[in-house]
């Protein structure tokens, strides 16, 4: 009978100890970018500007963006819409219609399979009448 009690006890610590492992690491998508803000400097009113924003996928899986958020109407994004392969590269594209005078500083959300689930990109420049700008 105590055989048989001990036999049951290591039985369960074993058992719970099984249970107490951590799952295995899933393996996310990542992005590596050439540059993740971008300055405009002094920019023209009523001429819209874009920068492309260029990344290579350094994960081990495809990367799938599936959403660019620009923090305002202002600011159109455009992007790789298919998978993007371990190696890969892509872009997300960031168009300011520049319409109001002065300072701006806009960013761009980039949702994707990565570990973290999102990146934010930055875009920033002042806009100036034509006689004003710097070229």
Not at 9 to 28: D, I, N, R, S
Not at 64 to 89: D, F, H, L, R, Y
């Amino acid at each position: 009978m105590k055989k048989l009690l001990v036999i049951m006890f290591l039985a369960a610590l074993v058992g719970t100890a099984y249970a107490q492992q951590a799952p295995a690491k899933q393996a996310f998508a990542a992005f590596t970018w050439d540059s993740q803000a971008h300055d405009f400097g002094k920019i023209k009113q009523g001429v819209p500007v874009t920068h492309e924003f260029k990344f290579t996928n350094t994960g081990k899986t495809p990367l799938i963006i599936t959403n660019v958020q620009a923090s305002c109407g202002c600011t159109t994004p455009s992007w790789t819409k298919e998978e993007v392969m371990p190696g890969g590269t892509g872009f997300i594209k960031a168009t300011y219609n520049a319409a109001a005078m002065g300072a701006f500083n806009k960013t761009v959300t980039v949702t994707a399979n990565i570990e973290s689930g999102f990146v934010q990109l930055s875009i920033k420049g002042e806009v100036q009448t034509g006689t004003e700008t710097q070229e």
